[in-house]
């Protein structure tokens, strides 16, 4: 079945402690993005990746990393995370040759940090 | 940057009945998607309508286009309950690498 996952699903941290969200596709897709969901903001993208080993900041990259290094995995890491990062994330992907950029979205992971 | 704005940003309507929800954006696009999230969940595509084309169907779903005044409309007709959800506009302006930018939303009640 195609689709994107995320791991983990939930997670509550504390400020400062590093932590990852993974996200995978099984779709062959070159383009992978992460979002994240805020009450009455919608959805910013924080990061987006055209393919291996190319990442670039969206709109809202502050305090966030990530690395492409496989072209199904695209993790966001967290180096120092703090109360404003508390969101829904999502990763998304799609093909880059279709220029229609229809993105597959994963199912979420809602991140609180205390 | 956020270009797409919904309207409303909620609306509650009786099953049966027809949905309308517009968008407008700024800038030149290359395409504009809807997509639906239920509660908290992942976004799932709807339909996409490019440039160039002025209305386009899928099942129960007509989108309109009109790039002279930057707005589009997504029209769900005989709702049903499943149709409660969220739905975002996204604009994709073909002109950078950015992908799509998502508006705010408009949040869905149908009332059985």
């Known amino acids: 079945e195609a689709q994107v996952t995320q791991n983990p699903r939930y997670l509550i941290t504390v400020t400062g402690k590093k932590l990852t969200v993974t996200c995978s596709q099984n779709?062959?897709?070159?383009?992978m993005s992460w979002y994240r969901q805020d009450p009455g903001l919608g959805l910013r993208q924080i990061y987006y990746s055209m393919n291996v080993e190319v990442t670039d900041k969206g709109d809202v990259p502050e305090g966030y990393k990530v690395s492409r290094k496989e072209k199904r995995n695209f993790p966001l890491i967290l180096e120092s995370p703090s109360p404003n990062q508390t969101s829904l994330y999502f990763c998304?992907?799609?093909?880059?040759?279709?220029?229609?950029?229809?993105?597959?979205f994963g199912p979420g992971t809602r991140l609180t940090v205390t | 940057s956020q270009q797409g704005e919904e309207d409303p940003q909620a609306l509650s309507i009786q099953e049966g009945e027809n949905a309308t929800m517009n968008c407008s954006y700024k800038t030149s696009i290359n395409n504009l998607q809807w997509y639906r999230q239920n509660s908290g969940r992942g976004l799932v595509h709807l339909i996409l309508?490019?440039?160039?084309?002025r209305e386009k169907h899928s099942g129960r779903l007509r989108v309109t286009l009109d790039t002279s005044k930057k707005s589009s409309s997504l029209l769900i007709t005989a709702s049903r309950a499943a149709d409660t959800a969220s739905y975002f506009c996204?604009?994709?302006?073909?002109?950078?690498?950015?992908?799509?930018?998502f508006g705010k939303g408009t949040h869905l009640i149908i009332q059985p």
């Open positions: 996204a604009t994709f302006g073909g002109g950078g690498a950015d992908g799509l930018t």
């Open positions: 998304a992907s799609s093909f880059l040759a279709d220029v229609s950029y229809e993105q597959y």
């Open positions: 779709m062959n897709h070159e383009y």
């Open positions: 309508i490019r440039s160039n084309e």
